[in-house]
């Protein structure tokens, strides 16, 4: 019985080096795009999926990736739920993914990075690396750091650090409401806003702080009514989706004269919600935007709006997919250990700057522009009259944040 086990326990370890071998040897290399598809912010995946897809498109066409091999992109609907973000993230595996990408909640990128610490020791032959470029609660740098997860995206107090540091220039602001969604991104937020306000502007007041059930509110009138009887004149908001396109456009029918900082609002869908009640009053913080003075970012916003009919908005995932075929020439190699020991403390210059990888806790930094809806802009959003301008600028370098990451490597 003994010799037996042996043997099989020999068959069963020859078979995963088979597999990683097959996995190296593919034809593709296969990413999957793991996101909500469906409901009222199911616009937001789809459009996350053309941009991924306009990518890997494009450096198809530039020429394949270590080995001859051509990228391949997989797409799944996790319902932006945390449980189903599992099930899908399984079936992605079986279908031979090597690299998963996420963008909405931060819920969903926990659950993600918790799965993947099990599944890569457990089965290193089916080994995935996240990349996240839009799940922004601190924690996912630092108490649950990981060698497999790399974030593409500012994460909640580097975008904290470029609002605040705007209302520090603004002696308008005197009075502040939080207004966020009820979950670990929203109250990540209002932490860091409370404390950075303290810091930079003690004079300001934080006269209200509110968290919402998530994505499902469908009357934002009481809400209003509440910031307008605490006499607020900013709110500050990371709320996405319908959540920040319905309140600040309730609060603007109903003539609530604040100025509204938010982390998203010049994103999928915004311009269209807001309209006219958004000019000079609603702000973001992103690392791009359609109105950046950069001819290079431009013509891919042409060729992806020709392409797909609609605005270019993730300009970051053109950064991502650049860094990791690069990774994957430096490691002579498609396997995620490999790429992702190249991807850590790696630099990329382009158009806009240097970006990078913080070794330490693979939190991305580039260049952050604030930016306020406007209606005297060369380049409109969503076939509107309106898109954002530029008020503020940080280069990477100076977003840095410390970082209380342990990583564990493998």
Not at 45 to 74: C, I, T, Y
Not at 165 to 192: C, E, H, M, W
Not at 400 to 408: D, G, H
Request: some cysteine.
């Amino acid at each position: 019985m003994k010799l037996l086990s042996r043997i099989a326990g020999s068959l069963l370890l020859a078979m995963s080096f088979i597999g990683g071998a097959q996995a190296e040897n593919g034809a593709t290399v296969k990413l999957a795009l793991i996101d909500g598809q469906s409901g009222p912010n199911g616009f937001i995946g789809e459009s996350m999926r053309q941009h991924l897809q306009f990518f890997a498109d494009r450096q198809n066409a530039a020429g394949p990736v270590f080995g001859g091999k051509k990228l391949e992109l997989l797409s799944f609907d996790n319902k932006f739920d945390p449980q189903e973000t599992i099930v899908q993230l399984q079936k992605a595996i079986d279908a031979g993914v090597q690299y998963v990408f996420h963008g909405n909640s931060s819920a969903v990128g926990a659950a993600i990075v918790d799965f993947l610490e099990k599944n890569n020791r457990r089965n290193p032959e089916k080994a995935v690396v996240y990349f996240n470029f839009a799940a922004l609660d601190p924690v996912l740098t630092n108490e649950k750091c990981s060698f497999w997860h790399f974030r593409f995206d500012a994460d909640v107090n580097i975008r904290t650090a470029a609002i605040t540091n705007q209302i520090k220039q603004d002696p308008s602001v005197k009075k502040v409401y939080l207004f966020n969604q009820d979950y670990s991104f929203g109250k990540a937020v209002r932490t860091s806003a409370t404390q950075m306000l303290k810091d930079k502007r003690p004079d300001v007041q934080i006269v209200g702080d509110e968290l919402i059930p998530l994505q499902k509110v469908t009357d934002f009138t009481p809400y209003i009514a509440k910031i307008r009887a605490s006499g607020a004149d900013t709110v500050i908001s990371a709320n996405w989706g319908n959540d920040l396109n319905q309140v600040v456009k309730t609060g603007g029918e109903l003539g609530l004269p604040v100025k509204w900082f938010t982390y998203f609002a010049n994103g999928e869908g915004g311009v269209t919600a807001l309209g006219a009640n958004g000019v000079g009053r609603v702000y973001a913080v992103s690392e791009w935007h359609m109105n950046v003075a950069d001819p290079e970012s431009a013509k891919l916003a042409e060729e992806f709006g020709k392409k797909y009919g609609r605005d270019f908005f993730f300009y970051r995932l053109g950064t991502v997919l650049g860094m990791l075929t690069r990774a994957m020439d430096d490691a002579k190699s498609t396997e995620p250990k490999a790429v992702a020991e190249k991807l850590e403390g790696m630099h990329y210059k382009g158009s806009l700057g240097d970006a990078y990888v913080r070794a330490a806790d693979h939190q991305f930094f580039q260049q952050l522009f604030v930016s306020v809806m406007a209606d005297d802009v060369a380049k409109k959003l969503e076939k509107t009259p309106y898109g954002f301008k530029t008020v503020g600028m940080s280069q990477a370098k100076d977003t840095e944040v410390p970082t209380t990451c342990k990583m564990r490597k493998p």
